[in-house]
T-cell receptor, first 111, second 116 residues
């Protein structure tokens, strides 16, 4: 099946810093989503981005489907950005839309 | 996460008991996915259902686990004779198209299952 690798595994920032999280995937995808899992365990849907670039406030994401990677940018980080960021992909075809998740990037933002 | 409703949020069971987890998809969604998140790990696909049909259960453990999505009512993930290793967060997601309509999946808040 499709493989999803996220980097870095851990990231520690001071409030106000910028960061880039990366997601590499091993095959073409129908769907790619970025999630933030907050300290209460809730999965927050950040972006649905199988290709192209999107922005939402301090967050933006870019997926280059032909090169099989996606980037999540966080600018002017805040302590509330702490948590785990997951990338998940749907390989299409007989995957029936099921998502394969990466192992996540654990982000800690210090005040 | 508004829209996909999971209950209970927390469930405690003793070894050997049964656990029933419920998921009501977003309005208008007829495709339901269940995922499991073991401690310190990412989410893993378990099963994909449409109304009254199991489409893909390739991620389900072979024994003790079952899922259904009846014509009326929520989808149910059932775990019989629970063991300590079943302790995890179980997430449900729904979509309108099951991968063919290029729509995102929407996730519920999960059920945290603890086995004593």
């Amino acid at each position: 099946g499709i493989q999803v690798e996220q980097s870095p595994p851990d990231l520690i920032l001071q409030e106000g810093a910028n960061s880039t999280l990366r997601c590499n995937f091993s095959d073409s995808v129908n769907n790619l989503q970025w999630f933030h899992q907050n300290p209460w365990g809730q999965l927050i849907n950040l972006f649905y981005i199988p290709s192209g670039t999107k922005q939402n406030g301090r967050l933006s994401a870019t997926t280059v489907a032909t090169e099989r990677y996606s980037l999540l940018y966080i600018s002017s980080s805040q302590t509330t950005d702490s948590g785990v960021y997951f990338c998940a992909v749907d390989a299409g075809g007989t995957s029936y839309g099921k998502l394969t998740f990466g192992q996540g990037t654990i982000l800690t933002v210090h005040p | 996460n508004a829209g996909v409703m999971q209950n209970p949020r927390h469930l405690v069971r003793r070894r050997g008991q049964e656990a029933r987890l419920r998921c009501s998809p977003m309005k208008g969604h007829s495709h339901v996915y269940w995922y499991r998140q073991l401690p310190e790990e990412g989410l893993k696909f378990m099963v994909y259902l449409q109304k009254e049909n199991i489409i893909d259960e390739s991620g389900m453990p072979k024994e003790r686990f079952s899922a259904e999505f009846p014509k009326e009512g929520p989808s149910i993930l059932r775990i019989q004779q629970v063991v300590r290793g079943d302790s995890a967060a179980y997430f449900c997601a729904s979509s309108p198209g099951g991968g063919v309509s290029n729509q995102p999946q929407h996730f519920g808040d999960g059920t945290r299952l603890s086995i004593l």
